[in-house]
């Protein structure tokens, strides 16, 4: 139970799951920029999906001391996964499933859309809502957006699937995070602490912290709390959303009820998983009380049931952690891109989409043409590099993929 390889010349030991010859060399930077804080506690924990990412990689466990990095959390605070197993299996579905993608993307707005108002599961947050008025100033006129996009999926790398298992049971997977009022949130924290005095002389200010006891962190916390409740609830939506649209053709369709707390363990005759893998978790490592931030990463306790995705229309896993304290208790989230979205754009064509996605029912047009499975790596490999932190427990092959 280790990591593949360590960077002992940074100022904190830095653990990594991956070659160091596999991760380009800004990402490297940024490791080492994070390990140069003077307030991570024992080590980095970097994931075999690590990529560059904005101040810090994607892929990366830090574990701090009285202060947190907003940057260390990412932009898209709570993102993640859900994933529900139904009654049905491959047999159930139609030859040609054009129908059902196509009703599956009338239901859960994707890109920068939201639905025309709020939905009745948006309504029903009363919490989040009585809550808003201590957000940030920054998004206080934004209240009847961020209602509105409860039960939408976003761009970028964010999708739903429809998985069959190697039993040929059938599963309705989702990626997304707290859309555009959790971006807008860490963005106006991130630039607050950057006005912070002590964080003058950082290797990179997107790194600034906050530090335990200061009203900055108070309201740093609090927003952030809120907007990971906001996600997990935006997935739970998507799911119910999902599953009435695909009962409109499918009318033997059942899920599961989404919990109120937390992913289900167990054995692998669980039904839902929803896991954030862009989050802040208070914890106990190494004999101390701390922050960790995982960016680009799930919690695997041990028992803790997560979700790693592959790229666009390939294998996904459901994983159990072994709760290896050596990565913080956490696992990678997802296959990691290698190579930036431009890049992508440049190097294929709708072609070799089309090959790569062969079988998926998904776009296979220019939109989507950055979201190609070859622009990440492969995801058996990302799993082989983690077997001291998780289990596979379920093998999912994507059938149908929806993309913003």
Known sequence: MSPIATIADAAHPIWLWSRPEEIESAALDQLRNVAALPYVHHHVAVMPDVHLGYGATVGSVIALRDAVSPAAVGVDIGCGMAAARTNLTAADLPDDLAGLRHALEAAIPVGKSSHTEA????????????????????????????????????????????????????????????????????????????????????????????????????AYRHDLDWAQTYARRNREAMLTAAATALRAQLPMLRTPTPPEHGPHAGDH????????????????????????????????????????????????????????????????????????????RRTFTVADLAAQTRGVECRKDAGVLDEIPAAYKDIDSVIAAQTDLVDVVAELRAVLCVKG
Request: glycine share 10%.
């Open 269 to 344: 005759t669980f039904a839902l998983v929803n896991c954030h893998h862009n989050y802040v978790a208070a914890e106990h490592h190494f004999g101390a009380d701390v922050l960790v931030t995982r960016k680009g990463a799930i919690s695997a306790r041990a028992g803790e049931m997560g979700i790693i995705p592959g790229s666009m229309g390939t294998r996904s896993y459901l994983v159990r952690g072994r709760g290896n304290p050596d990565s913080f208790h956490s696992a990678s989230h997802g296959a990691g891109r290698t190579m930036s979205r431009n890049r992508a």
């Open 119 to 218: 939905t009745d599961h948006s309504r029903a947050q009363n919490d989040l809502w009585s809550a808003f008025p201590d957000l940030h100033p920054r998004v206080q006129t934004r209240l009847a957006r961020a209602m509105a996009q409860v039960g939408t999926l976003g761009s970028g790398n964010h999708f739903v699937e429809l998985c069959l298992d190697t039993d040929d049971a059938v599963w309705i997977m989702l990626h997304s995070g707290s859309r555009n009022i959790g971006k807008e949130l860490a963005e106006a924290h991130i630039g607050v602490a950057r006005t912070l005095e002590h964080n003058a002389g950082l290797a990179d200010p997107d790194l600034a912290v906050f530090l335990a006891g200061t009203p900055q962190m108070r």
